[in-house]
């Protein structure tokens, strides 16, 4: 039987230390939203370690919504929704959120996905609710690795929209919509966490 339960090995990788970040800034009780959720491992694992973390995964891909069903049905978490079809450009859920989480998603979309996931974050968290963002970001327009900057190479030769932003661009961003960065954490690999606050 064929299985539609994606994996990735980056997933594995990250998914504890984006635990152990979310743990120090998030409420033992939170409705979270994650953009892009991909394979759904993530929404798995975190809605797995914190029964209080309402997790609702989302992604626009069908193949990604098949496979995030998939390992929802075989964890059988009672926190972890059935996945949505969300596109972060389109209309948001009128539900209100104590997070947003998006994970390795700015680099690997155009600039106008930064705006709309700002726009989409800044009316659907609650006051004080976090956006967390995950990924490789330039630091006062230099790359933080030798690494990140082939990588960021790639992406623009696969995509001229794509590639790594820069953390003051993006923070300018989150604060026309009320969001403020709150912290900045160095995570494996040469990527950051994002912690930002609605004011």
């Known amino acids: 039987m064929n299985d539609p339960r994606l994996q990735s090995p980056a997933a594995a990788r990250n998914r504890q230390p984006i635990l152990e970040v979310l743990r120090q800034v998030l409420p033992e009780r939170a409705r979270v939203l994650e953009l892009a959720s991909g394979s759904g491992e993530h929404a798995m694992h975190l809605a797995g370690a914190v029964p209080g973390w309402t997790w609702q995964p989302s992604d626009p891909n069908p193949r990604a919504l098949?496979?995030?069903?998939?390992?929802?049905?075989?964890?059988?978490?009672?926190?972890?929704?059935?996945?949505?079809?969300?596109?972060?450009?389109?209309?948001?859920?009128?539900?209100?959120?104590?997070?947003?989480?998006?994970?390795?998603?700015?680099?690997?979309?155009?600039?106008?996905v930064t705006e709309a996931l700002m726009a989409g974050a800044g009316g659907s968290l609650v006051p004080s609710g976090v956006l967390y963002l995950y990924g490789p970001f330039r630091r006062e327009g230099c790359p933080t690795a030798p690494s990140n900057a082939a990588f960021d190479a790639d992406l623009r030769a696969r995509d001229p929209r794509w590639g790594i932003r820069d953390l003051d661009d993006v923070t300018v961003e989150a604060e026309r919509h009320g969001l403020m960065l709150d912290k900045v954490v160095e995570m494996p690999a040469n990527n950051l966490s994002l912690v930002f606050r609605r004011s």
């Open 66 to 112: 098949a496979s995030i069903a998939a390992w929802r049905e075989a964890a059988g978490l009672a926190n972890l929704r059935e996945p949505r079809q969300l596109d972060v450009t389109d209309d948001w859920p009128a539900e209100r959120f104590e997070a947003v989480v998006a994970i390795n998603l700015l680099h690997i979309s155009p600039w106008a």
